[in-house]
């Protein structure tokens, strides 16, 4: 039996504790006032954010990867992570990877035991090659979840740099991962319910983590995604705009050099070097893993 009296998103709120009597306004406004701490525990653990970006950053340059562990709703969020970073960066779907216990089952129905399983996670870091470059992020709202623990244990064995994302105070993945984030969010609106609070948090942070990291390798320039993949028509209007924002050309001249490299940070690059070569283009920017600014210094 776990003592959930310890496990600080186990604690009554006592700010919700009438939810069931109130209006349906009252209820929302209770909910949205929980919400607003969020960003506030969040910006309490920045320092510990920055530390792991850093990290990734350094195994991505190395060609390790990103790999978050979780189950429940902390799987759910890591999995739906990874899976964003293809499509917006222009990175390999092996690069980042979210591993929920249960497998892609659990991200549609609960398979509550397996959490409680160290040997789960072993097994599905070992399916997934787990190397020393690597980067286990181990996601738990408790910070006491078998599951994402024996996975930050096995890859600290492994010689890996490990994570946590963890909402609870003085918890156990904490104390194991070598690099732990831990973004304090409190007792929920609904009692344990950490698909709320504490998912919010963990869904911050990981945006962070991935966004900051791939700025840091060279995937966005100014603000601008120059990696992004035109997948859709909505993605290829934004690849347009982002050429023509950056470059100042017209939109004919996007669009031809788009159609030319099948890429934005090529046409980009392009552009403003007047290089037409693409195996030329290709070798600078390999030269300055892919950074656009630093490819343009050469010049």
């Given amino acids: 039996m776990v003592d959930i009296g310890k496990i600080s998103t186990e604690k009554r709120n006592e700010n919700t504790r009438n939810i069931d009597l109130v209006s349906t306004q009252e209820i929302l406004t209770m909910i949205n006032n929980e919400d607003k701490l969020v960003p506030i525990a969040v910006e309490k653990a920045l320092g510990q954010i920055s530390n792991v970006v850093d990290v990734v950053t350094q195994a991505f340059q190395k060609g390790g990867r990103l790999i978050y562990v979780g189950a429940g709703t902390s799987g759910r969020l890591g999995v739906l992570d990874a899976s964003e970073c293809p499509p917006t960066f222009g990175v390999s779907k092996d690069m980042v990877i979210g591993i929920i216990a249960g497998g892609n089952k659990a991200l549609r129905f609960p398979i509550e035991k397996v959490e409680d399983s160290k040997k789960a996670a072993i097994k599905d870091l ?3 090659k787990l190397k020393a470059n690597d980067v286990v992020i181990g996601v738990t709202a408790s910070g006491r979840t078998p599951y994402a623990v024996g996975a930050v244990e096995y890859a600290n064995e492994l010689g890996c740099q490990t994570a946590c994302i963890t909402t609870s105070s003085n918890s156990v993945i904490a104390a194991t991962a070598k690099h732990p984030i831990e973004a304090i969010t409190g007792a929920e609106p609904l009692t344990g319910s950490t698909r709320m609070k504490s998912g919010t948090a963990q869904k911050l942070i990981m945006n962070m983590i991935t966004t900051a990291s791939m700025v840091k390798i060279g995937k966005v320039y100014e603000n ?15 690849a347009t705009s982002i050429v023509m924002d950056v470059t100042g050309c017209n939109k004919d001249t996007a669009v031809a050099h788009l159609m030319k490299y099948d890429s934005v940070k090529f046409a980009i690059f392009s552009i403003m070097s007047k290089i037409e070569d693409k195996d030329k283009i290709k070798e600078i920017l390999m030269d300055h893993n892919g950074n656009i600014r630093e490819s343009l210094k050469r010049l």
């Fill in 126 to 128: 070992k399916r997934k």
């Fill in 224 to 238: 601008l995604m120059v990696d992004v993949q035109m997948s859709n028509d909505k993605l290829v209007s934004r």
